[in-house]
Nanobody, 126 residues
Framework: QVQVVESGGGLVQPGGSLRLSCAAS????????MGWYRQAPGKERVFVAA????????YYADSVKGRFTISRDNAKNTVYLQMNSLKPEDTAVYYC???????????????????WGQGTQVTVSS
């Protein structure tokens, strides 16, 4: 059974940075892509970023492109989301998820992810 746990959220001022971590027990392994999503109050969960199973390719929502960076360390079974130049509109609960099935292509469709963490709150406010 795979368990996914996010950490690293908190309160940060506009323009600041945070790094989220996603630790997976049971091994995320190098066979599975991983993704980050976020859900703001009263809004739907939306795609933020994804990384290919090999780590060779990354994908971003337009709203975070150039500010956020997704990476992975398979030896540590951990995926990261480095968030820079944070804006108040980045405030949300951030979720990490494992891509359904090994060696699958990139997807921004949440239905294509099977294991989800409980989320970590990110608040950007002065």
């Amino acid at each position: 059974q795979v368990q996914v746990v996010e950490s690293g959220g908190g309160l940060v001022q506009p323009g600041g940075s945070l790094r989220l971590s996603c630790a997976a027990s049971g091994s995320i392994s190098s066979r599975y892509g991983m993704g980050w999503y976020r859900q703001a109050p009263g809004k739907e969960r939306v795609f933020v970023a994804a990384i290919r199973w090999s780590g060779s390719s990354t994908y971003y929502a337009d709203s975070v492109k150039g500010r956020f960076t997704i990476s992975r360390d398979n030896a540590k079974n951990t995926v990261y989301l480095q968030m820079n130049s944070l804006k108040p509109e980045d405030t949300a609960v951030y979720y990490c998820a494992r891509r359904r099935g090994p060696f699958q292509p990139y997807s921004s469709n949440s239905a294509e992810y099977d294991y989800w963490g409980q989320g970590t709150q990110v608040t950007v406010s002065s």
